[in-house]
């Protein structure tokens, strides 16, 4: 079994996470808002699988490259 | 005596009842839609004051006479008229919101990938192609007034600009100052409708999947205080007539970049400019008398807006596609869409859109590129109109 991990893209805010460990994603899926430069931006589910770990929460304040989730594929 | 005669009802003629249905949808867009509030309820309510008659807020003196309504060579007399003339006519509220939008625009995805500089001029030509078709309409068809200084204003609204559109039309056609105004805006408001379909015709859906690293390099604060400067001196010494739009927007992002002039950037970026687009709604607004807007150039300026603004796009898409042809690490052709300067609207639909191609892809700050080129493209091309034609 494989794992993709999705990192954050650019500095911001997390604003709302929309996913929990444990729970199935499908391609295209909200995993969390970010915002940045005054928008709101979601962080898409870039495969189908099940999320394992969630490293960010509401309100956490995010750089470019860490880990949001690792999803399971 | 108080009668018929002294309240508006009288003077009331059914072209007022249509510009104040056309506030109304104005403010409908601006507070329910939420499309360009900021703008569209300033302009919706001056509208709808400019159309009471009597009401003495646009009045001029010529001659000695009160005329009841703006008069290009008289002096005005009403609240609004004043403030379209000391503000709009004198050049100060345009200039000085791009001083207020310098403090607020961020070039780092520009020096970055200074590449984007070229998407942020390829996406004018749409400004050209819309000057030389509204010249065409104006020379072929003879109850159409329409001359150079006319067809590059309809033309500028290509580069979704509004303080540009309207800083060159009160230089070259005064006249179309409302038409020109509203149509920039609420192209700009309409971008989310207007370029999605255009981008998808160009594209295939591998193109708008291309994936680009999202972070672009770390940019120095020498680098971020430089361009500013640099870039002022450049553009103005290519095209001195677009010292004052240039001028003021570099200089409210130098106050920002400069790290020791925070609350000059802050003002700029807040109470400054939201003070400045209060004055510019309502007399913008207030230029759309009925008589006065209700003739059939302003429809042509909304239509050949329309035609500036997707020409634009076209191009910018077009010229990312070829700059493909050239680039060893590709760049999503989707990009060249956000040189038009329509900041950030652009940049979000070419965010949103390449999400949809591929989930990984997050282009927001490659797109921001071109975005902010786009402004500097935009003023710049406002720039050569008035050097050959002011």
């Known amino acids: 079994m494989g794992k993709e991990?999705?990192?954050?893209?650019?500095t911001g805010k997390i604003t709302s996470v929309n996913v929990k460990s444990g729970d199935q994603v499908q391609e295209g899926d909200v995993i969390c808002i970010l915002e940045s430069m005054k928008m709101e931006n979601p962080i898409l589910a870039?495969?189908?699988?099940?999320?394992?770990?969630?490293?960010?929460?509401?309100?956490q304040v995010v750089k470019p490259g860490e880990t949001i989730v690792v999803i399971d594929i | 005596?108080?009668?018929?005669?002294?309240?508006?009802?009288?003077?009331?003629?059914w072209g007022n009842g249509v510009m104040l249905a056309i506030g109304a949808i104005f403010l409908?867009?601006?507070?329910?839609?939420k499309m360009e509030p900021l703008l569209l309820v300033p302009i919706g309510f001056g509208v709808i004051l400019i159309n009471l008659p009597l009401g003495g807020l646009m009045d001029s003196i010529v001659q000695g006479n009160i005329v009841e309504a703006y008069?290009?060579?008289?002096?005005?007399?009403?609240?609004?008229?004043r403030i379209f003339r000391y503000g709009l006519v004198w050049e100060l509220i345009p200039a000085l919101i791009f001083l207020g939008l310098?403090?607020?625009?961020?070039?780092?995805?520009?020096?970055?990938n200074p590449k984007t500089l070229i998407l942020g001029a390829g996406a004018q030509f749409g400004v050209y192609f819309a000057f030389f078709v509204a010249l065409f309409f104006g020379s072929t068809f003879s109850g159409i007034n329409i001359g150079l200084g006319e067809a590059a204003s309809i033309g500028i609204i290509g580069g979704a600009?509004?303080?540009?559109?309207?800083y060159l039309t009160n230089r070259l056609a005064p006249q179309f100052i409302g038409a020109t105004a509203v149509a920039a805006y609420t192209y700009m408001a309409m971008v989310p409708i207007i370029q999605p379909p255009i981008i998808k015709a160009l594209t295939s859906k591998r193109e708008r999947a291309i994936y680009m690293k999202p972070q672009l390099r770390p940019v120095s604060r020498l680098e971020k205080i430089l361009f500013p400067v640099i870039g002022a001196i450049i553009i103005i010494l290519l095209v001195p007539k677009s010292a004052p739009l240039i001028g003021m927007f570099m200089l409210g992002n130098i106050l920002k970049e400069s790290g020791v002039t925070d609350r000059l950037a802050n003002t700029a970026a807040n109470a400054f400019i939201d003070i400045l687009t209060i004055l510019l709604g309502v007399s913008v607004g207030a230029f759309m008398s009925a008589r006065s807007f209700l003739q059939p150039e302003s429809l042509l300026v909304f239509g050949l807006g329309i035609a500036a603004f997707a020409v634009s796009t076209f191009f910018g898409v077009i010229l990312a596609k070829f700059m493909n042809l050239f680039l060893k690490e590709?760049?999503?052709?989707m990009i060249g869409a956000a040189g038009v300067s329509a900041v950030p609207m652009s940049a979000r639909v070419v965010q949103r859109m390449g999400q949809q191609a591929n989930p990984r892809n997050f282009l927001l700050m490659h797109a921001m590129g071109p975005n902010v080129a786009g402004v500097i493209g935009t003023a710049t091309a406002a720039g050569i109109f008035l050097g050959i034609l002011g």
Not at chain 2, 161 to 166: N, Y
Not at chain 2, 330 to 333: H, W
């Open chain 2, 330 to 333: 590709k760049i999503n052709p």
């Open chain 2, 28 to 33: 409908y867009l601006g507070i329910v839609k």
């Open chain 2, 161 to 166: 600009d509004g303080p540009t559109t309207i």
């Open chain 1, 46 to 59: 870039p495969v189908d699988g099940v999320v394992g770990e969630v490293s960010v929460s509401t309100g």
């Open chain 2, 71 to 81: 008069a290009i060579g008289g002096e005005p007399a009403g609240l609004l008229s």
């Open chain 1, 5 to 10: 991990i999705v990192e954050v893209p650019i």
């Open chain 2, 1 to 13: 005596m108080f009668g018929l005669f002294e309240t508006g009802f009288a003077s009331f003629y």
């Open chain 2, 102 to 112: 310098g403090a607020m625009t961020d070039f780092s995805p520009v020096i970055a």
